[in-house]
Nanobody, 119 residues
Framework: QVQLVESGGGLVQAGGSLRLSCAASGFTFGSYAMGWHRQAPGKERELVAVISSIGITRYADSVKGRFTISRDNAKNTVSLQMSSLKPEDAAVYYC?????????????WGQGTQVTVSS
């Protein structure tokens, strides 16, 4: 079965850093773009960053310059390095697999990991 399992969430102070990881299995990881999304209470889910199968990246304006998405196709993992964290970054973060970096529909989703940023 398809599995996307996020890890690395937790509590961090504003200005701090956190690295999220996602381990994928059950599908052809190397053929999918991988995206990180987040959803804060009372807000819509938003795409934070996406990386193509060959490493091309796109970021939401709100995180550009602070977050870095990366992937290791040999290990079927995708990561999100988050730096200079702000309280508004607090959310449940989800990794997902889609057809391309331009996809609006993602085929597979993880369970999410909570990121809390204290001020």
């Amino acid at each position: 079965q398809v599995q996307l399992v996020e890890s690395g969430g937790g509590l961090v102070q504003a200005g701090g850093s956190l690295r999220l990881s996602c381990a994928a299995s059950g599908f052809t990881f190397g053929s999918y773009a991988m995206g990180w999304h987040r959803q804060a209470p009372g807000k819509e889910r938003e795409l934070v960053a996406v990386i193509s199968s060959i490493g091309i990246t796109r970021y939401a304006d709100s995180v550009k310059g602070r977050f870095t998405i990366s992937r290791d196709n040999a290990k079927n993992t995708v990561s999100l390095q988050m730096s200079s964290l702000k309280p508004e970054d607090a959310a449940v973060y989800y990794c997902a697999a889609g057809a391309s970096i331009f996809s609006t529909k993602y085929n597979y989703w993880g369970q999410g990991t909570q990121v809390t940023v204290s001020s």
